[in-house]
């Protein structure tokens, strides 16, 4: 990537698979609706994909880093048989509550710390102005404007405020590319 590059970065649970919880086998994962086609209309606006997912289970000892990073490649390897490029996948593994041992702590890196998307920037080269996030709850949205994305989009959802600071309520990951394929066009 060169610097400068745009990024749609995705909230995984509630965006690119169903949420039922703590998900850590490929068994349990069910891809939402959409979301390959979603993805390759994204690549074809140029954005690059980035997931960034809060994966509490981990600080709560419901699985290990090791299963988490399993299931994403499984993941990623899923997107790639569907043409589809995920650029990376950020987590963030601690609870500053119901974490356990090294991951009961606070976290820049967090939802709604901005960590996992300056962390992506700068990895990446990314121009988080002319970047976009989707995510299913307002931490997401928090996360973004901390950062600076410029266009923040939640997925609807009982999570969802009704006051959100969001650009857009979209009803799913291929409403929301629809949106921003709206705004390249004028």
Known sequence: MSSGDKALFLDRDGVINIDVGYIWRPEDFIFTDGVF?????????????????????????????????????WMCARFADERVDIARVFHAPTHPEEGIGIYKRESIDRKPGPGMLLKAREALGLDLAASALVGDRETDIEAAISAGVGQKLLIDSPEAPVDTRADAIVASLPDAVAWLARKANG
Do not use: K, P, W
């Not at 390759?40 to 090791?66: C, F, K, M, P, W």
């Open 37 to 73: 086609e979603a993805c390759r209309q994204a690549r074809a606006l140029d954005y690059h994909l980035v997931v960034v997912t809060n994966q509490a289970g981990i600080g709560r000892g419901l699985y290990s880093e090791e299963e988490f990073q399993q299931l994403s490649e």
